[in-house]
Structure formats: C-alpha cells, structure tokens
C-alpha cells in the first residue's frame, strides 16, 4: 500500500472549499489526483459527476488507464461490489479530457444556443486553418484597397517591409493569435487605443501615472538597493577608495534626484533632462599602490557603475530618446494607428469565421469561444446549459493549472456550482512554460497568494520529490536558489519552492554526480556567433556522443525501479534535452556518424530535411525556371547527378546571363553532357505543362513518379523517413487544395512563410525503434516525462528577443506600435513599456523552462554548454551573486542573454570551475564535476577515418576522449562558414564597401541563409494599393530598361512609353500615377543620356553576370587566399564608347534637400562597394574593352554622381 507525506493525505483528502495544490516536479500529482478521484468513488460519487481536466490527450490516457486500474485493483477487495463494476465501465466516457474537448461536449451538446449547424466539422489540419486565415486577410485587404482607406493604407506603410506587406500581416495573425484567448474579444479590441490616450501634458495621463511612472520609480529603487549593499562590504571604508566612494556619493544624490523628479511629478522634460544629469563625475583610476584587497573591491566597483550606466541607458531609450512634444505626437499618431489595426482584426475574426461557417467547420480557437458563449448568453437557453453543468459536475479538478489562459479560466468560473467550493486545481508555477500558448502563470500566482487566508479556500504544497536521487535535488535547488525570487518568478524558491528529497529508494551507492561539461572556443578563431549564427556548437554534439560512449565502455548502472535491480546503463535510458528543435539535423547527422542510435521524439525541421529541400527546388523550377540556385541544387542531386566539372563546363561556354540561359545554350552541343541537358530539360518543360493542367498534389506525385524519387530516397540512410516525409508532402498540397488554394507559385509562397515564421510543418515520425535508442527532444516535449541520465544541451545558446525588437509589441494587457517617421523609426512609450514588460516575463519563463529541463533527470543529470571567452564570463559572473542574499540581482536576470547567465554566477561562486580536464575520472562520484575543456577547438568537419577510430576506442578518462576530438583543426574552416555563392545584395547586406580595409569584423554570410533565400513574397493585393518605395523603385528601373533611345528625342512622349509597358503587362497599371514622372524626364532628357539617343545600340542594361570573386577580397579574415566565391547581380546598364565602357546604376534613395551634399555621400558610401563588384564582373566578362567610369543615378535628387 502506497504510503502518503502529510500534504498528500491533504490533497487527497480535504474537501468543502476550493483547493490549489502547488506540486514540485515528481511530487507524485497525477499519482494524488487519480487516489482523489478514487476516494470520492469509493464515497459514493459516480465518476460521470466528476470533470477532470488535463493538459493532453494523452495525459488524459494515462488518467483514464490509471483510475481503472484503481478501479480494478478495488474491485479484487469488493468481488461483489456492483457499483464499482459500474465506474470501472464508466471510467471511458467520463469527462476525463482536455478543456478543448470538453469545449467540443459542450458545443455538440447545445449547439442550437448560438445557432450553429450539427453537423459541423472540426478543422483539425493547422495548416488548412492557417490558410484559410490567410485568405480571409486577402479579403479584407482587397476590401479596405478597393475603397482606398487611407487609414489603413497608412497602417501597412507604416509597418510594411521595402518589398512587401508582412510586417502589416504578421501583426494582425499574431494579435488574433491572443484575442481569441480573450473572453470578451470585442473588449479587449476596444480597449487598445485607450493606452494611447494622452494629452499635451504626459504627465498627467494614465499611462504615465498609472503604468510608466510605477514602473521608473521600482528599477530606480532597485539600482539604489544594488548600491547600498555593495557599500555594505566593509572594503569600501578602505582609505584607499576614497574617492571611487565619493564618485559614488554624487552619482547616487543625482539619482536621489531623479527619483524625487518622478516622485512629484516634474514636467517630462524635467525628469528627462534629471536623468541625463544621472552620471558619474569622474574616471577614478586605480593605483599600484593599492591593497589586493582595494583592487579586487575597485574592479567590483567599476563593473557596478558599468552596469549602472547600462540601465540608466536604457530607461533613457525607452521613455525619455525625445522630448515631450515629440513623445505625445507619437502617442496620437499611434492611437489613430491602433483604432485602424482594431477594426481589421475585428473583420478579419469575422471573415475567417464567415469562412470556416461556409464549409461548416470549427477550429480549436472556436471551440472555446463558442463554448463560453454557450455558458454565458443571457438567454434563457444559455442559462439551461450553465444550469446543467453546474449541476452534472459535483468536483471539477484541473491539471496543470499553470498553464490555463484567460478565457478558460472564465469557461470554469461559468461552470462552477454556485455557493459551493467544488474547485481542485494542480499545478507549479515554477513549471509554466506556455506563454506562447497565451498561458497565465499570474492566474496561478493570484490564487497561490490568496488561497488558506479563509475558510473557503486552501494551498497545499508538495514539495517532496519522488523521481530524483539526493544528488539530482541538490543540484537543482543549488542552481536555482539565486535565480526564482518573488520579484523574479513569483515565488521565493529558496523559501517555498525547494525540492525536497524523497526518493529513498534509490541505494546511496550508485553513481549519481551531475556533470557540467563546458566547452571553451579557441581564443584565436572567429566568435562561432558571427560564423555561424545561433546553431549549436559541434563541439558539444562530440562532448555528449563521446560521455555516452564512456558511459556504456564503462558499464555504468543505472537504478531500475519495477525490479528494484540495478542494471547497465541502455541507450533508452538516455534523454538529450535542447531549448528548440532546431538543431535536431546536426545531431542526428552526427549520431548518425558515431553509429550511435537516436530517435527524435517531437518534430525535426521538416524542409530542412535533404529530400524536402531537393523537392521543393524542383518546384521552383516548375514554376520558374531562371532560378539559379534552385536550378544548380536540383542538377547536382541524385535526381540527375551533374557533376561540379559538367556543370563548370556550361558555365564556360555560356558565362553571361543566368543559368538557366547556359543549360539551354549547352543542350545544343552534340555531347553526352548535351544530351544530359536536352533531357532534363524535356522533363522540366514536360512537368511545367503539366502544372498548368493539374492539381499541385498530381504534379507533385507525377515528379516522384518520372523521377523515381520515392526509390532514390527509400535506399539512402534513414530511407524509410525520408520516403515517408515526401508522401507527407503530397498529402499537404492536397490539404492545400481542399481548403479551395490553388497555384503552385502560391503553394510555395505559403510554404516558405510557413518556413520563415517557424511554423515548420511536423515530420511524420516513425517509431519502431524508439525503445533502443537516445531519445532527442525538447524541453517542452519532454515535460512530464523522466529518464535516469540526462543531458542538457545548448546551455550557452542566446535567448532569441526577436518579439522584442520588431515594430510591434503584443502584450496580455495591450498593443505596442513602433512610428515610422520620416527618417528613422521610434518606439512609442506603449510599446516601450510593453517591451520591459515582456522582455521580464520572457526571461521569467526561459528561467521556468530551464527548471523542467534539469527536472527531467532522475539519477544522473548532465549540463553541456559552447562558450566563447568563457575567462571572460567567468570574471563576469564571480562577483553576481549578492553576498549577503546569495541570491542574484534582478538587473542581472533581467539582462540574462543565455541560460548560462543564469547557472554560471553560481557555479563560479561554488567555485566549480577551478576542476580542469586534468581533474576528471569517473571515481569522484561523491561530488558534482565541471569538465572545463579550455582548449576545444570548434570546427565543422567530417573526421578522417582514424580519427573515427581513435574517437571509438575510449579510455576511462575523459580528457584521452577530449584530446582525441580535438586535436584536429581543419585548415581551411573559413570555407564552411560562407557559401560559394552570394548575390550582389546578400554582400551588401554584410558591408557598405566589399573593398574597405577596415572589415575585420565583418560576419560571414551563413551557408544555412543561402539556398533558401526567399521567395518574392510581394502578396497580390499590392498590386490594388498604394505602393511602397521599393516597389515603386523598382516600377521606375523598368520604365528605364525598356526606355526606347531609338525614336526622335525632341518628341519625347513618356506616357506612351508607360502605356506600352502596361499592355503588354510589364507594368501593373495602378503603379502608373506613383511613378515621378519628372524624374523619368530628366534622366532620358539628361547630358549624361545623350549619347544613348545617338548610339542606342551601345546601350547594355538588366545585365545579369556571375563572377568568381576571391573570398579574401569580400572577407579580410579569411584564411584561404585561393578560394572563390560566385557572386551573381544584375547590373541596371553599361555604355559602350571608344575609350572603354561607362557603368551606371539607378538609385531612388530620397535625398535629404535640406542636406543634400552630406545626403549624397552618405548614399555613396552606401553603394561604392556594389558597383566595384559590378566593375570587377565587367571587366571580366568584356574581351576588348575595361569600365572607365561608375555613375551613380540618384534620380531622386536629379544628379549622376561619380564613384571612384
């Protein structure tokens, strides 16, 4: 018989009042509700009055099975007890599910109260709901167009890209996204603008006296709290640091100053200019003279006053970058933006549901929207379905109630018997980690605070741990003392959220020590971060195969809790558990290589996988053949197997223009590379008509059935997924075409948004492997499970703050708009405010998700972390920790860039970090160990043979394992941290100047940017609006390559060169009253165009050219002198004189009048680099003659300006 602690008993037991029980990780809770739920059948309560709520369908499983195994278990005791018989065949159709799906009961069951047809289908496909809403967007934009709203208008430009309307859209599904978790939608809608509402003194408004000023007044309070306790350390009486204490007396009066400023209420412009005087006075420099002791206190106190500084800079960037004038234009601009925002989202809610009504379906937004309206319409028919649930349920018992967001909330409240505390919610703030989901942790923490102060509510806490060995709890606890605090979290974690060891069945012998294996980067290669962005660091994959391999060498046991044996270690009882699923390719391509056995629990990066990527590079082509690289990389692969030297061979032949040119030049030599061409290129052509005619998921099939692709991929490693994943494709585009899409452009479009905002589409996994191998997943997919030995990988990864940093802000309480002005873009206080607000609560979370991360491991827990100037971070984080709290300072969680930020203080503080690779044996199991590798180098590389070898043959000490990984560095890295190919813009994106000197610090383009650039992505309806810049920019460089020279230049006639361009539809006609006219005017009738008139077969323009450049010229720190890069660009024109050719390009870059010379060289400097890449490519390309001059066009200002 299970034996229960007290505050178990409790949760079981108690009853006759709502009831919040806070249960730690492996506190038992499914083990508590499940002996709750038998208690009351075993007093008499039938199950079906029970409704018993978790957080999936498969926690709901496991609730089910386990009540009936209770059930069952009873039912041996009570042969003859016909009751339970009865519950035990009840137990399946219980209301024992998901809030969606009692949502869905509720709908089915009173359906006639809002009018909705039975038979209703529920839109289970996220990826048919998606573009369903996306068309709904298409109508509503086409709609607010074709009445030509200037508001709205004013909405996309202000949010709009240089190319197409994506900010304005990711807006309005990303604020639907959160609406409708709202109860009242409508509103919250309503209620946006009023944030915005202001006067012309700001500090009287609500914002600021309400939200902003609080807010000031707590950071300002927390800096002067730092100060005081770091001038508690009796070092700082030191004579020696006399005067860095005084240089701190007038700082903190100057900040006294500004905190009395906002305290009283001073005009804005005076609490702005008291801040910028909230500076030190001097640079106090430190002596040789000096203590050791004085030093180390100095060296305290400059990385004080640097932070310091860093806030104050902050909060200067927030709230006070201009003055008050300024600040309350942009509030009214915003307001007026957000009414316009308000009333698209509210059509497009109505339009996708008019939609989704139209085929009779429902998504799992409607489901609770639909069902709170049931339960909650003032009708008499509502209160008949309030009624019955209020009566059916008797208890109704919530899992993981951290995690419920506002309108489920309110579904509960609306079923709650009233008069009666019928409620038992489960849950641990400590474990809320669905924020994307709209979750509210605050709902949680409101009761947590509140509950046990009267007789009708009660907080329990099981805080034991069941699941962990001692050295597992210590650890976590340890970790986490300093971090989870009451202004930071919600909860003191020292004093209430501490695990407690309870697994006492774990024998006190077995290895159980947590590792911590840290890589340091090589000091003399480039930042990883800038070489290869945010991807995982190989080094660590290596660290992690090469510890499994030593574990297993080692026979290391592990604790089997069914046969209370121990046993060796088996690859299923390994979890490697990363923050996202990103780089899930890396490791399976390098477990693969260890031969090591990997099976990924929750979805890979589906289109990043070979065959998905090979596929829809086809695609492309079918739809658009002058693709280079889509071109090249389908060539290449196994589908048609061209070689690098026949396709250099085409190249040569044909070096002008784009590929696509060169192929069918080359399929007319009598060659067997000719004929090679003339095949593939029958099959494309073939293929392309057949698109016309047929559905996408029919070309798609005919594709895998010309190609035999299905059987190329079949017999590669890991066949039977790859062919699994390209029949999942087929039957996306069929699910594509069921939603009423049509066009292959367009189905590749959604694709790559789809790619682009992260919402890869899951991979279909096959699983029979699953329990002989390491398990790889998430942090979130791994919640609720556990496995004996974890690794946590990824620990040095930068948190991604993109939500952050774009134009828009969407908080729980309110919209945040950046204002586009005319030179430059600025945030709103609204947004500014949402931004800190945000940015803690994203923080807040990492904190919480790194917890059920480390929470996971039951004997033996593993952290694994790349880090570059790891000396430099540890001298950062030795003096974070507050002395005197042991806990770390809210500024340095609200500043954390990586989890690191938030284990490293502590680990430093303990010291940890003083055990080096020369320290580590498997014999010092009785203390936790940090593998500090100082020396690893980080390289991408495929191992030779023998160092495979050696890497397989592990000794019994780490460090032979790490010299063995490590010794190797390959020559010519550089190479694989940048693709052979670039276009012109991709390198401008890196530098204004490809030939400057000063470009050390330059980043190298990721290879992983390179082959799925996208798309031209502008959206249809463009063509109904008023155009961006770029667009129009763009219109302007095409009236001026089909300009026709050619006819008499004193009848110029502009229009009918536009009207012509319009008939045979190159020019969208709706573009016509945007283009400047006059601009058009000046250039054709210009000195510098003259000799086009009188020699118009000189003229070359929309010259398309690759050039082989050499990567040292484009990078200065690349290492290998001989290797190429192709660039690819379109050079907008070139003249042909006697003397040489005159290269020009045509810029629309406004031009500042006010300031055009500084204008003029600034756009220069801009576009120098472009066109001595253009004149390199030029040059090469012309036989005979070499550029002479480069003119820049800037048709803006009327000038051609020369560039050197």
């Known amino acids: ?186 509103k919250f809608l309503n209620n946006l603008p009023n944030f915005y509402q202001v006067q012309d003194d700001l500090i009287e408004s609500d914002l600021w006296q309400t939200q902003i000023k609080p807010l000031l007044i707590k950071e300002i309070k927390d800096l002067q709290t730092e100060i005081r306790q770091f001038f508690e350390n009796p070092q700082m009486e030191n004579p020696d640091l006399v005067k860095v204490k005084e240089n701190y007396d007038i700082f903190t009066s100057r900040l006294e100053q500004f905190l009395n400023a906002l305290e009283d209420d001073h005009s804005y412009n005076e609490i702005r200019a008291s801040l910028m005087n909230c500076k030190f006075e001097k640079n106090i420099r430190k002596s040789k003279k000096w203590s050791e002791e004085s030093l180390e206190t100095y060296q305290e106190s400059q990385k004080l006053k640097s932070d310091l500084n860093d806030q104050l800079k902050k909060i200067f960037a927030n709230f006070f970058v201009v003055e008050e004038k300024e600040q309350v234009n942009i509030l009214k601009k915003s307001e007026k933006l957000v009414k316009t925002i308000v009333d698209a989202e509210k059509k497009l809610i109505k339009r996708f549901g008019q939609l989704k009504r139209e085929q009779n379906l429902i998504d799992y937004s409607d489901m609770e929207q639909f069902a709170f309206s049931i339960l909650t319409t003032d009708t008499s028919n509502a209160h008949i379905a309030q009624e019955y649930y209020q009566e059916k349920f008797n208890e109704i018992l919530i899992d993981e109630y951290q995690d419920v967001n506002a309108l489920q909330e309110n579904i509960i409240a609306a079923i709650k018997k009233k008069g009666q505390n019928n409620l038992f919610m489960v849950g641990d703030i400590k474990q809320s980690i669905y924020g994307f989901r709209q979750a509210r942790p605050d709902l949680f923490l409101s009761k947590y605070h509140a509950y046990g102060q009267n007789d009708d509510s009660e907080k329990i806490v099981l805080s034991d741990n069941f699941r962990s060995t001692k050295r597992v709890t210590k650890t976590v606890n340890s970790l986490f003392n300093p971090i989870l605090t009451a202004n930071f979290g919600g909860i003191d974690y020292k004093k209430e959220g501490q695990l407690q060891f309870g697994a006492t069945y774990y024998p006190t012998d077995l290895p159980t020590a947590s590792e911590y294996i840290f890589t340091d980067k090589k000091q003399t290669q480039a930042s990883f971060e800038e070489n290869f962005g945010d991807e995982m660091d190989f080094s660590e994959i290596q660290m992690v195969i090469a510890r499994i391999k030593q574990l297993k060498e080692e026979n290391f046991q592990v604790w089997d809790r069914k046969t209370q044996l121990r046993r060796p270690l088996e690859y299923s009882d390994i979890a490697i558990i990363t923050r996202t699923r990103s780089d899930n390719l890396q490791v399976m391509q390098e477990f693969a290589k260890a031969d090591l056995p990997l099976f990924v629990t929750d979805a890979q990066n589906y289109f990043q996988t070979f065959e998905l990527v090979m596929i829809m590079n086809y695609l492309r082509l079918i739809d658009n053949p002058q693709q280079d690289i889509p071109l090249v990389a389908v060539l ?22 784009n590929f696509y040119n060169a192929l069918t030049s080359f399929a007319s030599v009598n060659s067997d590379l000719g004929q090679k061409c003339k095949n593939f290129l029958q099959q494309l052509e073939s293929l392309r008509s057949f698109a016309a005619t047929h559905r996408i998921s029919e070309l798609i099939w005919s594709i895998y059935e010309r190609t035999h692709l299905l059987e190329i991929v079949t017999g590669l490693p890991n066949g039977q997924q790859r062919r699994v994943n390209l029949e999942s494709l087929y039957e996306r585009a069929t699910s594509y075409e069921s939603a009423g899409f049509k066009g292959l452009y367009q189905f590749i479009s959604f694709i790559e948004r789809m790619r682009k905002n992260q919402k890869d589409l899951a991979q279909p996994l096959l699983s029979d492997k699953a329990d002989k191998a390491v398990k790889l997943m ?347 890069i192709l660039v690819h660009g379109t050079i907008d024109g070139y003249f042909e004189t006697d003397e040489g050719l005159i290269l020009f390009d045509y810029k629309t870059d406004f031009v500042d009048k006010t300031h055009e010379e500084q204008a003029i060289d600034k756009i220069k400097q801009k576009y120098t680099g472009q066109l001595r890449l253009y004149e390199q490519a030029l040059n090469e390309i012309s036989e005979n003659k070499k550029v002479i001059g480069k003119y820049l066009i800037l048709l803006d200002a009327r000038k051609v300006v020369p560039v050197d």
């Not at 573009?1071 to 000046?1082: C, G, R, Y």
């Open 636 to 657: 290449r692969s196994p589908l048609f197997n061209f070689k690098e030297p026949e396709l250099a061979q085409i190249r040569v032949k044909t070096r002008s223009g």
């Open 1 to 186: 018989m299970t034996k229960f602690t007290k505050e178990q008993n409790q949760a079981i037991n108690d009853y006759g009042k709502d009831i919040l029980v806070s249960a730690s990780a492996g506190s038992g809770k499914t083990t508590v509700l499940v002996e709750r739920v038998l208690k009351r059948i075993l007093s008499g309560t039938p199950v079906s009055s029970l409704l018993i709520i978790t957080f999936t369908k498969a926690a709901a499983r496991e609730m089910k099975e386990r009540i009936k195994q209770k059930i069952s278990d009873q039912i041996e005791k009570e042969p003859n007890n016909q009751f339970l018989r009865s519950q035990l065949l009840d137990v399946d159709t219980a209301n024992i599910s998901t809030i969606d799906s009692f949502c869905l009961d509720v709908i089915r069951r009173f359906y006639y109260v809002i009018d909705l047809d039975p038979q209703f289908s529920v839109l289970t496909d996220e990826t048919q709901a998606e573009l369903l809403k996306e068309r709904a967007l298409h109508e509503i934009e086409i709609e607010y167009l074709e009445k030509n709203d200037q508001d709205f208008q004013d909405f996309y430009d202000n949010f709009s890209g240089d190319r197409d309307a994506e900010g304005a859209r990711n807006l309005l599904l990303q604020l639907y996204n959160t609406v409708v978790t709202e109860p009242n939608y409508e």
């Open 778 to 1124: 998430t942090i979130h997919a791994s919640k609720g499970l556990e496995f004996p030995v974890v690794f946590v990988m990824g620990l040095g990864h930068k948190y991604q703050t993109r939500d952050l940093s774009g134009n828009f802000t969407i908080s729980k309480d309110g919209l945040g708009l950046t204002i586009k002005e005319k030179d430059y873009r600025i945030d709103s206080l609204v947004k500014s405010l949402a931004d800190v607000e945000k940015r803690q609560q994203m923080l807040e979370e990492e904190a919480r998700i790194l917890y059920v991360g480390l929470t996971r491991a039951q004997q033996k827990l593993i952290l694994v972390a790349s880090v570059s100037e790891m000396e430099a971070k540890r001298k950062k984080w030795e003096s974070e920790i507050d002395q005197k709290t042991n806990i770390l300072p809210l500024i340095r969680k609200i500043n954390a860039q990586s989890p690191l930020d938030f284990l490293g203080p502590k680990l430093e503080q303990k010291h940890e970090f003083d055990q080096t690779i020369e320290d580590m044996t498997l014999a010092l199991e009785e203390q936790d160990k940090i593998y500090y590798l100082k020396f690893a180098v980080q390289s991408d590389i495929e191992e030779k043979d023998e160092q495979k070898d050696d890497t397989q043959k592990l000794s019994t000490k780490m460090n032979d394992v790490v010299k063995t990984l490590y010794n190797f560095e390959y020559p010519f890295s550089d190479a694989t941290k940048t693709t052979a190919y670039q276009s012109v813009s991709e390198i401008k994106k890196v530098f204004n100047d490809p030939m400057d000197t000063e470009l050390e610090n330059s980043r190298l383009i990721s290879s992983s940017n390179r082959y799925l650039q996208p798309i031209d992505e502008t959206p249809v309806f463009l063509e109904k609006q008023k155009f961006t810049g770029a667009e129009i920019g763009t219109a302007m460089h095409l009236v001026l390559q089909y300009y026709d020279y050619q006819g008499d230049k004193t009848k110029l006639n502009l229009d009918k060169e536009i009207e012509e361009l319009v008939e045979l539809g190159k020019l969208n006609p709706l573009m016509v009253p945007h283009l400047s006219k006059e601009a058009l005017n000046w250039f054709v009738m210009s000195e510098f165009a003259a000799e086009f008139w009188q020699k118009p077969e000189k003229l070359h323009r929309e010259s398309q050219f690759s050039s082989l450049v050499n990567a040292s010229e484009l990078f200065n720190d690349f290492s290998d002198s001989a290797a190429k």
